[in-house]
Nanobody, 124 residues
Framework: QVQVVESGGGSVQPGGSLRLSCVVS????????IGWFRQAPGKEREGVAG???????SYKGSAKGRFTISLDKASSTVYLQLNNVTLEDTGVYYC??????????????????WGSGTQVTVSS
């Protein structure tokens, strides 16, 4: 059984940085994809960035140039580095995992396994 656990959220000022972690445990078979999503209050969950087990990355437009997703296979951890954050980056960040994902990680919430999320609050 696959388990997904996010961590690293917190409060940060506009322009600041934060690093989120997503640990995937259990038997997730290759090829697989991991995606980071954000859900702001009253809004739908939206994709931010994704990565497959080959290291190919995909980003939503607003994340390009500010966020970086990376994979540490040894620890089964996917990181999301948030730089130059804005108020619009506030929300609960979720990590999704899918096996059998051979291409770019999708940025739509089609993943089979989800964590419970970690809160990121950007405020001055």
């Amino acid at each position: 059984q696959v388990q997904v656990v996010e961590s690293g959220g917190g409060s940060v000022q506009p322009g600041g940085s934060l690093r989120l972690s997503c640990v995937v445990s259990g038997n997730i078979y290759r090829p697989y994809c991991i995606g980071w999503f954000r859900q702001a209050p009253g809004k739908e969950r939206e994709g931010v960035a994704g990565i497959n087990d080959g290291g190919r990355t995909s980003y939503k437009g607003s994340a390009k140039g500010r966020f970086t997703i990376s994979l540490d296979k040894a620890s089964s951890t996917v990181y999301l580095q948030l730089n130059n954050v804005t108020l619009e980056d506030t929300g609960v960040y979720y990590c999704g995992a899918n096996a059998g994902c051979g291409g770019l990680a999708p940025l739509t919430p089609v993943y089979s396994h989800w964590g419970s999320g970690t809160q990121v609050t950007v405020s001055s």
